[in-house]
């Protein structure tokens, strides 16, 4: 039997199967993420092709205007973008993104970035992520290109 036909023999993993791995994949990747964490995320959800971040709006996160910098913003979005893409079990990079930011975002609000799954194909991945407050308001709208390489987050 060749390799190919070996690789497209393995079993599709049933829809628990799924879920219970990118649980696990999203546990080990922020366990593994100072950045994420420093900034008082937390991962609210995670499934195959989708994840949910939240952060609150801290003091030292203000600009001058007395709003949330975008770079936080924009910091959260890529998080939930990078655990929406690895969820899979595939190690995946970011190859490109865009961020329009459509409301500000103030002190004490609680940030939530929704990434979900727009296409897969091969190597490549397109995911969108809504940044919405604790009011639901838009506050950001994300879009992610992902990018495999090699390896896995777990061990298979």
Do not use: W
């Amino acid at each position: 039997m060749t390799k190919t036909a070996t690789l497209a023999a393995a079993p599709a993993l049933s829809a628990d199967e799924a879920q219970a791995l990118a649980q696990a994949v999203g546990a080990a990747m922020f366990d593994s993420d100072p950045a994420s964490q420093g900034l008082g995320m937390k991962v609210d959800a995670i499934s195959p092709g989708h994840a949910r971040m939240s952060m609150p709006v801290r003091a030292d996160m203000l600009n001058g205007h007395g709003s949330c910098h975008g770079g936080f913003i924009f910091t959260l979005a890529d998080s939930a973008f990078a655990f929406a893409c690895n969820s899979h079990n595939l190690t995946t990079v970011g190859a490109a993104c865009t961020i329009d930011y459509l409301a500000p975002a103030r002190l004490h609000d609680v940030l939530t970035a929704d990434a979900s799954e727009q296409a897969l194909a091969g190597k490549s991945g397109v995911y969108d992520v809504k940044v919405t407050n604790q009011d639901g308001r838009t506050v950001a709208l994300f879009r992610g290109k992902s990018h495999r390489v090699s390896g896995h987050i777990v061990p298979q």
